[in-house]
């Protein structure tokens, strides 16, 4: 049985008194994409946020590579949130280099590789203000990549693209499971994710509604396939 990277065991995030998650319990193995689902407001975003290590549960346990504090292993983890967190002024490669640094005395991809594996020209000498957006998302995914993450956390990474450019991250993100990095992806596009998805974590008002399997894990993956 594949070793589970990360474990959630009845966990809850009180916002004020409100709660985002109630008593969520699951565990995420590794090489494995999980597509999680659930309306506007049902937690996805809280539940990824606390996997980076942003959050902390109010309630329950929680351990990510192993330990109680996801900061412990920030560098084992990546995350891309809906803001992109690139600079607008600096080009592609600009913006990665000063990322890269920021890694300095850690493996780490070289920005040029980043970029290129996302699908975009490293020498492109235009700033990032003026990509469109699914270059942005890939940009953003770049950014994520240069430290090599074994768990990549990934807030609605195809929104706004057009569906030629969420093919292309798609048929990226199926490279990195292939690799046994862990994708776990929230999404409203559900026919876009699924092909991809090995399990389908469904949320509803913070609470786990199902978690089942997806149609990778029932072996009907084609990267080429719904195009
Ligand atoms: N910082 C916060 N303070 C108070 N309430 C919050 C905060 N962040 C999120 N919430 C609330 O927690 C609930 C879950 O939010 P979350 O962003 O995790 O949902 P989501 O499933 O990602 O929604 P969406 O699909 O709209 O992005 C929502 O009702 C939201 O209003």
Redesign the pocket.
């Known amino acids: 049985m594949p070793e589970p990277i990360a474990e959630l065991e009845s966990v809850s995030?009180l916002?004020?008194t409100?709660a985002?998650?109630r008593k969520v319990s699951v565990s995420f193995e590794r090489g494995r994409c999980y597509v999680v689902l659930?309306?506007?407001?049902?937690?996805?975003?809280?539940?990824?946020?606390m996997l980076a290590g942003l959050l902390r549960p109010s309630y329950g346990r929680m351990r990510v590579f192993g330990e109680e504090d996801p900061a412990n292993v920030r560098d084992r983890i990546g995350y891309m949130s809906?803001a992109t967190m690139l600079y607008d002024e600096f080009t592609g490669v600009e913006n990665l280099r000063y990322f890269a640094n920021l890694y300095r005395g850690r493996a780490c991809m070289k920005p040029e590789e980043a970029l290129e594996a996302v699908g975009l020209d490293p020498s492109l000498n235009r700033p990032v203000g003026q990509y469109s957006q699914g270059m942005r998302q890939r940009a953003s995914l770049a950014r994520v990549l240069l430290s090599q993450p074994e768990l990549l956390l990934l807030?609605?990474p195809f929104s706004n693209m057009d569906i030629e450019s969420a093919h292309q991250m798609l048929r990226l993100l199926e490279t990195f499971r292939s690799e046994q990095r862990t994708i776990l992806l929230?999404t409203?596009q559900r026919e876009l994710a699924e092909p991809l998805a090995d399990f389908m974590l469904r949320?509803r008002a913070?609470s786990v509604e199902s978690l089942s399997d997806g149609p990778h894990a029932q072996g009907c993956f084609a990267p080429e396939a719904g195009r």
């Open positions: 995030k916002y004020g409100f985002a998650l659930g309306a506007n407001g049902a937690g996805k975003s809280t539940l990824l946020r809906h807030d609605e929230t409203h949320l913070g």
